[in-house]
């Protein structure tokens, strides 16, 4: 018996090895969302990180670096403002007055470099030298002075990585800024559409794309890019949206994460009225 | 000879350092050469098919753990493309391989099984066209790959390690 496992060892090992360590990635594919899994992820790119941040910051130059970080902060700061500014515009101040809209002038921001980018072109991600220790959180949008970059996936204590507009993982609620119409964004590998809009909608080339306000991911409304292409497609009965992002991933260095997740408040109220509306049904 | 053993799966921190770090400075329109897969075939090359596998698995799982990449994956993709490298690994053609533009050849090849391995994992949905993942998202990586390993071809490191 022992002589036959040693002859089929000696003959098919490197297959035998093969199918293991085929199934041993298929089973860790699955494990995907095990926090466990989450946790090992963060000690090891948190641990890296640390040797990729010395290699970057070889790269910059100290001082111009600081005060390169402060006027982008200043920009990051009056971009959001702006946005704001022009939502106010298009929805009557007033009313918004009458209905008690709170005013969310101010959001914290916390200034981050980039230190490392992944390798793949449709799971594009950042690496940043911002973690748990400066606030920073799963969920919180990334930012630039241009607009919306990406979301942090994973924290560890010093560093985070973004997933970047340019991830196909990455769907984002967002919205078209002139006719207030809602749409899921996504990133297909080469370009990035807006999908299952019906070709009946207002949806015009130029409009201005902002993330939407009933975006579960992001609460402000941040710009994200202009439709550059409008095709309605006669077969399916919905539009073909191409988006040009306002940022262009590939020189960016620095960026800012706004130190804000969706409001928790406004989480559970969603959720007792879903259990309501689940316990009438029944 | 044990430093010998575990040195390429030392080495590879120092490629995914170069990798995350310098290698996008050479990017061409968002294309990046593998500077990980070079090293792995190179190493399934001089030592074989079951050594190659192993690495590769390695390397595939460390790369999915540090980038954020989806767990799994790159392993996936990156095991199959150290077995296949593995395949011309044999005596007497194994000096051809390394030393000449057939390596070039062959990481192209292993390129293509592991960008196209790892596409299905990311790039593939229902509205996927897989002429255009083909092309854009393995072929033209694996183009730059195996121009970048001619480079290698002619390193000391290469030269070195041979000896």
């Not at chain 1, 010093?158 to 078209?176: C, E, G, Q, W």
């Not at chain 1, 559970?268 to 049904?281: A, G, T, V």
Request: glycine fraction near 6%.
């Amino acid at each position: 018996m022992i002589r036959f496992f040693t002859n089929v060892w000696n003959n098919f090992k490197e297959y035998i090895v093969l199918v293991i360590l085929i199934l041993a990635s298929l089973i860790i594919l699955s494990q995907n969302k095990s926090p466990q899994v989450q946790k090992v992820r963060a000690i090891a790119f948190g641990s890296f990180a640390t040797f990729t941040s010395i290699i970057s910051d070889m790269f910059s130059v100290t001082d111009l670096k600081r005060e390169n970080q402060q006027l982008r902060e200043r920009n990051a700061e009056l971009m959001i403002q702006i946005s704001k500014l022009r939502k106010y515009g298009i929805i009557n101040e007033e009313l918004k007055d009458l209905l008690g809209f709170k005013d969310t002038a101010n959001v914290p921001l916390i200034p981050a470099t980039i230190i490392s980018r992944s390798l793949s072109m449709t799971q594009n991600m950042l690496t940043l030298n911002a973690g748990r220790k400066h606030g920073v959180l799963p969920g919180m949008p990334v930012v630039n002075d241009r607009g919306f970059i990406g979301i942090v996936h994973s924290v560890s204590e010093d560093f985070s990585i973004a997933r970047t507009l340019n991830n196909v993982d990455l769907k984002l609620t967002v919205m078209d800024e002139r006719s207030r119409i809602n749409g899921i964004m996504k990133w297909t590998g080469e370009e990035l559409v807006i999908i299952n809009i019906p070709n009946t909608f207002d949806i015009k080339i130029g409009d201005r794309i902002v993330t939407s306000g009933i975006s579960s991911i992001v609460p402000l409304p941040l710009p994200v890019g202009i439709v550059e292409e409008f095709r309605p497609s006669e077969t399916s009965g919905f539009s073909y949206i191409k988006v040009k992002p306002f940022v262009d991933l590939k020189p960016i260095e620095n960026v800012f994460i706004i130190a804000e997740v969706q409001s928790k408040q406004k989480k559970d109220l969603e959720l007792n009225f879903y259990r309501r509306q689940s316990d009438e049904i029944r | 000879m044990k430093f010998d053993k575990i040195f390429p799966f030392l080495i590879f921190f120092v490629g995914l350092l170069v990798q995350v770090t310098i290698i996008p400075l050479v990017s061409i329109n968002g294309i990046v050469p593998d500077l990980i897969l070079i090293m792995l075939v190179y190493y399934s090359i001089t030592r074989g098919q079951l050594y190659g596998t192993v690495l590769g698995a390695y390397y595939g799982l460390s790369v999915d753990l540090i980038t954020g990449s989806l767990l799994g994956s790159a392993m996936l993709s990156k095991t199959l493309a150290g077995f296949i490298a593995g395949y011309f690994s044999t005596e007497t053609k194994r000096d051809i391989n390394i030393s000449t533009f057939n390596f070039s050849m062959i990481v192209f090849l292993c390129s293509m099984i592991d960008t196209l391995i790892f596409s299905f994992f990311s790039a593939f949905d229902f509205n996927t066209n897989f002429v255009t993942v083909l092309f854009e998202h393995a072929l033209l990586p694996s183009l730059y790959t195996g121009v970048v390993s001619i480079l290698f071809i002619f390193s000391p490191f290469r030269r070195k390690r041979l000896l």
